[in-house]
């Protein structure tokens, strides 16, 4: 499963190249689609569905991709948001990051660490927020709802 879960993530990321950051974005994605297949297999769910389950669960990667930086015609950096929407990221380590102003929606966010993250301003928005840690985080304006 893990060749496919990387040739899925290769063929979807295919238009964007050798642009900046794409590798470690695919890298990334690869470790937490690994990690929801497998907790669908523990479920009980059968391959095939675990895997197409999984793969639903990426959303558009043209998305993602508009989050990146990209070097423009005058080559200004533009700010890199993450979108964590929809992400499976249980078990995070998030401690000391910065994510001010996100709109974090439908995340499975299990057990994952915000310790002295700056979440200024950051939603969280149907995310499962069940034993995450925010010890000393910046929540000013932050929303946790659903």
């Known amino acids: 499963m893990d060749k496919k879960l990387h040739n899925f993530l290769n063929d979807a990321f295919k238009p964007y190249g050798n642009e900046a950051g794409v590798k470690e974005i695919k890298q990334e994605l690869h470790a ?3 990690e929801k297949y ?7 769910m059968s391959d095939d569905d675990a895997y197409k389950a999984t793969i ?6 043209s998305e993602i991709m508009e ?4 070097k ?3 080559t200004v950096k533009k700010e890199f948001k993450p979108n964590l929407s929809a992400a499976a990221l249980r078990n995070a380590d998030l401690a000391g990051t910065s994510l ?6 439908g995340s499975d966010l299990r057990g994952s660490d915000f310790s002295k993250a ?9 995310c499962d927020l069940t034993n995450v840690k925010f010890d000393g ?5 932050a929303e946790l709802k659903g």
């Open 56 to 61: 639903d669960s990426l959303g558009d990667v």
């Open 137 to 141: 985080a910046n929540l000013h304006g």
């Open 100 to 105: 001010r102003d996100l709109d974090i929606k």
């Open 72 to 74: 423009d015609a005058t």
């Open 67 to 70: 989050h990146m930086p990209r």
């Open 38 to 44: 497998a907790d669908l297999k523990a479920g009980g």
């Open 32 to 34: 937490n689609l690994s």
């Open 118 to 126: 700056d979440l200024t301003g950051t939603s969280f928005i149907g």
